[in-house]
């Protein structure tokens, strides 16, 4: 009885159990959480590729610089070429990654646009200043004539820069959404943890507390059953104690209604003891002497 009570609470603990982890699942894919999750480490991945961009930018805003201070445009042509490999490489690795995002992707869209329109201002910034270079010999000023390709130039690299940090608002949103999608999901496991401790914590309470109410049950089952023998006994022990009134004569038994029963029969309905008749060998040579075969007489002694 006890393991058939012990396989059914065990089964309700599983039971339980299955119930925890449905119930945890139902709320991880109601939320979204493993897709917010992933959401926020692409925004992480995006975040670190958006700093990396601006490197390769000032690194192009650096090439313009030497060559204006050292009019080189020979290697400056060759740097620039190789930063504008670099920064162009970069952007479609980043065009890639922001494709999880709609947003985003619309912001890079627009990055390059206008990062396209950066770089034609800076061909055409060197390509202005190599030809005020060769003109400097006929007293051309080159700083006057250059002014505009510069102010272009300068227009298209802060234009680029303000449409690459405006991706930052998309990702770190997507960032933020990770975290806390992130946080629940720990906070669901933990309290999904503390569900499955809660069920092992009632399933070992109830078992005790079956086992003890088995075992007091059981004491008190023996305790009624010693009662019941020992009352038995008592009992027993009273029907044929203390004084019986008897006829001295007949041998009759005087009960409590003052009725005089034979000894067979008081005794019968006393106990469960029932009586058969036979007669003693005083009673029989008594009563039946003369019909008996007479005794051997011992012989004695020769004188």
Known sequence: MQISHFGTLLKNAIALAILGVLSFSAVVLILKLPQKIKTGERGQAAIQMLDEMRRPFLTIKQVEARLIETADVEASTRALSLAIGSATDMLERYRDLSRYNKELSANVGKLSVTYENWMSAEHHLFSSFEAVSGRAGDGVQPTSDLM???????????????VLGAGEGPIHADITEGRVAGKLFQVLVLTLLLYFIGVAFWLQRTRNRQEEAFLQQRIRSEQETRALQQSLSESLAKVLSGFIPICASCKSVRGEDNQWTQVEVYVSQKTDAMFSHGICPKCAEQLYGDFLPLKEVPRSPAA
Do not use: E, I, Y
């Open 148 to 162: 505009p390709s510069l102010a272009s130039a300068a227009t298209g690299f802060l234009n680029t820069l303000d």
